[in-house]
């Protein structure tokens, strides 16, 4: 539609370059709420990759299935401390 007139885009003062992204001010106690997170996400995912490999090894060799539990909880632990991560 050329013949739409906008004009708010040739407003005086105004520019079309962002100037970068504002970063408002946290509080520090949110920071560490949010290491304290990563952190055991973290530590969940490993732990539940831990159980999942003891798992399989003390089960029988002729079972060729794997418990989808463990892993989706690991895959879980691992998004959310992603997520968490992220967030810092």
């Known amino acids: 539609m050329p013949s739409v007139n906008m004009p708010s885009m040739?407003?005086?003062g105004t520019?079309?370059?962002p100037t970068g992204?504002?970063?408002?001010?946290?509080p520090w106690w949110i920071t560490v709420i949010?290491?304290?997170?990563?952190?055991?996400?973290?530590?969940?995912?490993a732990a539940w990759l831990y159980l999942l490999v003891a798992q399989r090894r003390k089960s029988d060799k002729r079972?060729?299935?794997?418990?989808?539990?463990?892993v989706c909880q690991a895959m879980m632990?691992?998004?959310?401390?992603?997520m968490?991560?992220?967030?810092l």
């Open 34 to 45: 949010d290491w304290f997170w990563t952190i055991g996400f973290a530590l969940a995912a």
């Open 77 to 82: 632990a691992a998004g959310m401390a992603i």
């Open 10 to 12: 040739s407003a005086p």
């Open 63 to 70: 079972r060729t299935g794997v418990a989808v539990g463990p």
């Open 21 to 26: 992204p504002a970063r408002p001010a946290y």
């Open 15 to 17: 520019s079309a370059a």
């Open 84 to 87: 968490f991560g992220v967030m």
